[in-house]
C-alpha cells in the first residue's frame, strides 16, 4: 500500500516541504518556485474530499512539481533563464496541462529546475545552480527536466511533469533511476509552456513507477482513467525488437552489462525478441546532418534575445542556438518534408512489433566537473540525447524504466518505444516488465 493511501495529503505535503527547506539537501536548487500557501489550501481540499467519500480521480491529493517553463497565472515564466525571469510578463493564464492538473485535485508543490530554455540533456544550470544526482551528488542529473527528476527522486514531490523534446523527461528519469514517459506527440497540449520546438514538443512525467506515470499522463491528455485504469499486459508472446545499430553504438560498460541483462531477463518471460535493423535511421542522420530541425526551430524562437542579450544566455545553450540561426530557410524546408515521410516508414515498420527496445542512454550520469569543460560538456550532451532523440524524430512514444547492473551503482535506463497513439498499450507493457524487473 502506498504512502498516499496512508497518510493525510497534507501530512505528506508538509514532509515534502521540509525536504524542500532543508538547507543540506537540494531543495534550493532543485525547486525554484515554492507554492507553500496555495499547496496546504489544495491538500487541505483534497482531505476534505477524501473524508467525504469524494474524488476526483486518481491525482486527487497527489503531490505534483512542474517545470519551470510552464505557465502560472500571475507570475513570469523563467524557463530556466536569467533573461526571462527579469524579463517576462506575468503569465495570463495558467498553461492547459496546469488546468487539468489543478482541476483533477493535484497539488502543485513547485516549479522545478532546469537547462536554459530546455536546450541541453545534461542538466546544468550556471544561473540558479544544477541540483545534485541524488545517487550521486558530484554527477549531473540529466537534463532538460533536471530539477524534476531530482524532485522525485529526494521527495519533494511524488509525480514531477516536465517536457521532451529529444529525452528531457526520459534522460533525468534514467539518469537518477526514474520511472519517465514521453507521450506521442499531440496526445498533451502544449499551449502555456514555453517552446523549444514546435515540431517536437511533448509533455510527460516523471514517478518512481509506470502507474504513478499512467495517470498523470490520462489526467493530462484528458483521458477518463476511471474507465480505463492501468492493468499490466501479458509478457508472453510479446514481440519486442532490439533496435540494433545507432542505438548499442558506444556503450559505456555499466549500460552495455545492464542492457544486456534487461534482454535476457526478458527473452527468459516468454517473450519474442528479434533484431531489428532499422534503415530510418540512416535517413534521420542524412536529414540532422542539415542541422537538425530542433536548433532552427529555437532560433526563430530566441532570435531577439540573441540580438540583445547573447551574453546573458548559458554558453552551452548558445552555442547549439546559434548553429540553428546557420540553418537556411531551403534546408529547413527539406528536412521537414523528409522527416515526414521518414515518420511514416518507421510507423509501417514497426507494424508487426509491440515495442523497440534499447538503452535509454549510451551513458551513465556524467560528472559535473568534467562537463564544465566546454568540448566534453558537448560530446556528454551528444552521448546522453541521442538515443532517445530518435524517439521524436520518428513521433513515437515511449518509456524508460531503471535496470539494475552489477558493473555500476550508477542507474541504467531501459526505453520502450511504440508507435505514435500506441500509449495505453505501452505503458501497459512496461507495468508488466516493471513487475518483472522487481520494480
Known sequence: MSARNTSSCRERLEQALARI??????????????????????????????HAGISLGPLDGAIVS????????????????????EEAKPATADAAIVRRLRAAGAVIVAKTNMTEFAFSGIGANPHFGTP??????????GGSSAGAAVAVADGF?????????????????ALCGLVGFKPSR???????????????????????????????????????????????????GLRLGVAEGLP???????????????VKRLDGAGIRISHETLSQFDGMNEVNAKGGISPPESCAIHRDRLRRRAG????????????????????????????????????ARLAGLDALIMPTTSIVAPATAEVADPKVFAARNAALLRNTAIINFFDLCAITLPV????????????????????????????????????
Open 157 to 173: 514531490c511524488e509525480i514531477a511533469i516536465g517536457t521532451d523534446t529529444g529525452g528531457s523527461v526520459r534522460i533525468p528519469a
Open 248 to 262: 548499442l553504438d558506444r556503450l559505456d560498460g555499466a549500460v552495455a552489462a545492464g542492457f544486456a541483462a534487461a
Open 132 to 141: 545534485g544526482n541524488p545517487r550521486d551528488r558530484t554527477r549531473v542529473p
Open 404 to 439: 539494475t547492473t552489477a558493473v555500476s551503482a550508477l542507474p541504467v535506463g531501459l526505453m520502450l518505444a511504440a508507435r505514435n497513439g500506441a500509449d495505453h498499450r505501452l505503458l501497459a507493457i512496461a507495468a508488466a516488465v516493471a513487475q518483472l524487473f522487481g520494480a
Open 186 to 236: 499531440r496526445r498533451v497540449p502544449t499551449d502555456g509552456a514555453f517552446p523549444l520546438s514546435y515540431t517536437l514538443d511533448s509533455i510527460g512525467p516523471i514517478a518512481k513507477s509506470v502507474a504513478d506515470c499512467a495517470k498523470a499522463d490520462a489526467v493530462m491528455a484528458g483521458d477518463d482513467f476511471a474507465f480505463a485504469p492501468l492493468a499490466p499486459s501479458a509478457l508472453g
Open 66 to 85: 512542474i517545470k519551470d517553463l510552464f505557465d502560472v497565472a500571475g507570475e513570469p515564466t523563467r524557463a530556466g533563464s536569467k533573461i526571462l525571469a
Open 312 to 347: 546573458d544566455i548559458d554558453p552551452n545553450v548558445l552555442a547549439r542556438i546559434e548553429r540553428g540561426c546557420a540553418v537556411s530557410a531551403a534546408d529547413y524546408v527539406d528536412m521537414m518534408r523528409e522527416r515526414a515521410r521518414l515518420v511514416r516508414e518507421m510507423d
Open 21 to 50: 527547506a532543508d538547507p543540506k539537501g537540494e531543495g534550493a536548487r532543485a525547486c525554484l518556485t515554492v507554492y507553500q500557501d496555495a499547496a496546504r489550501a489544495a491538500a487541505d481540499a483534497a482531505d476534505a474530499r477524501a
